[in-house]
Nanobody
Framework: QVQLVESGGGLVQAGDSLRLSCAAS????????MGWFRQVPGKERDFVAA????????DYADSVKGRFTISRDNAKNTVYLQMNSLKPDDTAVYYC??????????????????WGQGTQVTVSS
């Protein structure tokens, strides 16, 4: 049974930083691309960042490029999202997803078969 567990969310002020973590189990983590998406009430789940199974490829939404950094530690079965210079528009529930095995479709929501429960990030102005 695949489990993805996010942590690290919270309430911060604009300009602050947070690091989200997503611990995976029940899958061969090092074979899967991983992604972070975010969602606000009443809207679709939007792509934030993704990293390939080897860590050699990354992709970012334009809105977070230069502020967020995705990374992974295959020895710990964990993917991270370092978020700097946070803005109120970054407020959302952040979800990590397990993507394509040995493939790369970073922005396609339907390519992610497994999701975590989400972690709330709230940025006050």
């Amino acid at each position: 049974q695949v489990q993805l567990v996010e942590s690290g969310g919270g309430l911060v002020q604009a300009g602050d930083s947070l690091r989200l973590s997503c611990a995976a189990s029940g899958l061969t983590f090092s074979s899967f691309s991983m992604g972070w998406f975010r969602q606000v009430p009443g809207k679709e789940r939007d792509f934030v960042a993704a990293i390939s199974w080897s860590g050699g490829r990354v992709d970012y939404a334009d809105s977070v490029k230069g502020r967020f950094t995705i990374s992974r530690d295959n020895a710990k079965n964990t993917v991270y999202l370092q978020m700097n210079s946070l803005k109120p528009d970054d407020t959302a529930v952040y979800y990590c997803g397990a993507g394509v095995k040995l493939g790369w479709l970073p922005r396609l929501l339907q390519a992610y078969a497994h999701w975590g429960q989400g972690t709330q990030v709230t940025v006050s102005s």
